[in-house]
């Protein structure tokens, strides 16, 4: 293979394109990012970068080895599957003998361009600049973004009310967990209102949520994301229900095409986390290059997030039934290790607001005993 085009900008776009040279390939790399910016990741924007904590600085990626091209502002608009050609949105046709399609996925929006929202370094600066000068913000999504950024609005002394559709907030963590979240986020003063019957934005300051109409001097849409997968409709590639982009066990698309990060469905659904973007990306990589030999890739699920004073780090699969085994720590301080038994013999474990290395959480969550200090030992 003389070139390899990668589409995207971000985490799974930089981890495949450095992986490429990782593994040895020594022809051109191109990447194809549609902003503005340099790589950065997206993490701090709905917490450090917009409390004003974190400089915009400190979100950037390291830059890919000069001898990858990194092109920003250009955006693909159509790929030709037969012909081996990337458009891009000023009429250029790119030649690739491999691709790599990491675009990621974009804020789902309520009604339309002027929505609020938290995906890209810009939408942060915009919602700084109006939080700056509000007094109280709405909140519309109560999954992992919709909680942080209410947390930051709280910490900037915003007042704040999240509005979700369906009880509970969280649902993807499972109801223990979430009603853990929940509780913290009203001890934080975030109000917290459920919708059964849907939120209508009525303009930029009200939203009809049942009888009552809600005001507030922001409203913050934080519905979830939608893959940026338009640009592949005529293409032939097989995409999901939801847009998702359809690979197999080794993020391979079509002969030629791999697939990384947020854009992809695999099994029949996304994992848009940090996590799963790097491991892809490594993944995608490698099958581009090995085919049949290639390793598949083994989802090692990870994430983390942030809000209402807890720090919550979760290993393994999500939702979570049943309560958890105490490991360490105490629930009633919000300060524990916890773990849940799964089917199959493996475990998701939980550390809230209490520190471990990842390491060591992985092993719990794959259901590995790790020994727990006995200083920390819960008294369960
Ligand atoms: C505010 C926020 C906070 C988050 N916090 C956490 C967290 O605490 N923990 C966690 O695990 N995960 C978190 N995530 C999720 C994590 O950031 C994503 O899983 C990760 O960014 C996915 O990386 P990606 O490269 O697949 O996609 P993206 O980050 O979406 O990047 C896709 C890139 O492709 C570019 N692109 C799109 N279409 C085109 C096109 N047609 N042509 C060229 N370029 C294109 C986009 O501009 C973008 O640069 C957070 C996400 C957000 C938005």
């Not at 509970?168 to 209102?193: C, K, N, Q, S, T």
């Not at 507030?216 to 229900?241: F, H, M, Y």
């Not at 992809?264 to 848009?272: A, E, I, K, N, Y």
Request: net charge negative; hydrophobic share 40%.
């Amino acid at each position: 293979m003389k070139r390899i085009v990668v589409v995207g900008g971000s985490i799974a776009a930089v981890t495949a394109a450095q992986s490429l040279r990782a593994e040895g390939y020594g022809g051109q790399v191109t990447v194809l990012s549609e902003e503005p910016h340099p790589p950065y990741s997206r993490v701090p924007l709905s917490k450090g970068v917009l409390a004003g904590r974190e400089s915009v600085e400190s979100a950037l990626l390291p830059l890919p080895s000069e001898d990858i091209e990194f092109r920003t502002g250009a955006r693909a608009v159509r790929l030709d599957t037969s012909g081996r050609t990337v458009t891009t949105a000023d009429g250029t046709d790119i030649p690739y003998d491999g691709l790599v399609i990491a675009t990621g996925a974009r804020a789902r929006r309520l009604t339309g361009d002027s929505d609020l929202v938290v995906r890209t370094l810009d939408d942060a600066s915009r919602l700084a600049a109006r939080l700056a000068a509000a007094h109280s913000a709405i909140v519309l999504g109560g999954g992992f973004l919709g909680m942080e950024i209410a947390t930051t609005c709280r910490t900037l002394g915003l007042e704040v009310t999240i509005v979700d559709l369906v009880p509970p907030l969280l649902r993807l963590l499972g109801p223990w967990l979430a009603e853990l979240a929940v509780a913290a986020a009203r001890d934080h003063g975030i109000r917290v209102r459920v919708a059964p019957d849907g939120v209508e934005v009525l303009d930029e300051h009200r939203v009809r949520c049942g009888e009552s109409v809600l005001t507030a001097d922001v409203i913050v849409c934080a519905a979830g994301d939608v893959p940026n997968t338009d640009w592949l409709e005529d293409s032939g590639l097989a995409l999901d229900a939801g847009g998702g982009l359809v690979t197999d066990a080794c993020c391979r698309v079509a002969p030629g095409i791999v697939a990384a990060g947020d854009v992809v469905s695999r099994q029949g659904r996304r994992t848009p986390h940090w996590t799963n973007a790097v491991e892809q990306g490594r993944t995608a990589a490698a099958s581009l290059l090995h085919g049949e030999s290639a390793h598949p890739y083994r989802p090692d699920p990870y994430f983390w997030t942030e809000q209402s004073g807890l720090d919550i780090k979760i290993s393994g699969e999500l939702p979570l039934t049943g309560t958890p085994e105490v490991l360490a720590g105490s629930v009633d301080d919000r300060s524990a290790l916890l773990r849940w038994h799964r089917e199959g013999g493996t475990a998701t474990a939980v550390a809230v607001n209490h520190r471990l290395p990842v390491i060591k959480l992985k092993r719990l969550g794959a259901g590995v005993p790790t020994p727990v200090p006995a200083r920390t030992r819960a008294r369960t």
